[in-house]
């Protein structure tokens, strides 16, 4: 447990860190649209070039991992519970996925201005892009990660392995 904080979930834990990742995903979420609001006031200043980087940063790297773990580990172990909607639901989300990697293709070359010090404003498709994507892990915690509790223990352990390979660390 950190100081004043909360214990920081490990690969140990898989959906506590697929949670978490929802909360960084609401975080960035947010801050896209506090960039667009301070641009729009400040332009495309040094506070703003860090937020745009960082937004970068997340939504390259560890976006798609966390999509990663949701398609290649998550969703297979609860296919295999046979229950029609949760896959219907599960197919619905995987199409999320691909809706929102085309919004971040509509986004990234705005977010890449800002960082360089020179952007317009923000485009429509920043707004859509952070309601959507905190819309879906909203609606992936109440239909996928409460049915994935019940998933057996060494599913859980096997899916935390792999998520800790994918990123490189020891599982």
């Not at 214990?7 to 960035?28: E, N, Q, V, W, Y």
């Not at 960039?35 to 939504?59: C, K, M, N, P, W």
């Amino acid at each position: 447990m950190l100081p004043n904080g909360p214990a920081i979930p490990s690969f140990d834990s898989a959906l506590d860190m697929l949670t978490a990742c929802h909360g960084k995903i609401r975080r960035f979420a947010r801050l896209c649209e506090r960039l667009a609001r301070h641009t729009a006031e400040h332009g495309a200043d040094e506070q703003a070039s860090t937020a745009a980087a960082s937004i970068v940063r997340y939504f390259t790297i560890a976006a798609p991992l966390h999509h990663a773990d949701e398609e290649e580990d998550l969703f297979p172990a609860l296919r295999a519970l046979g229950d029609d909607g949760l896959t219907s639901s599960m197919q619905d989300l995987e199409g999320d996925h691909d809706a929102l990697e085309a919004l971040w293709k509509q986004v990234l070359p705005w977010l890449e201005a800002v960082q360089q010090g020179s952007a317009g404003p923000a485009p429509e498709a920043l707004f859509l892009f952070a309601s959507r994507y905190v819309e879906h892990v909203d609606r992936e915690e109440r239909e996928v990660f409460a049915r994935a509790q019940g998933l057996p223990a060494p599913i859980l352990q096997s899916m935390g392995r792999r998520m800790a390979v994918r990123r490189g660390a020891q599982g």
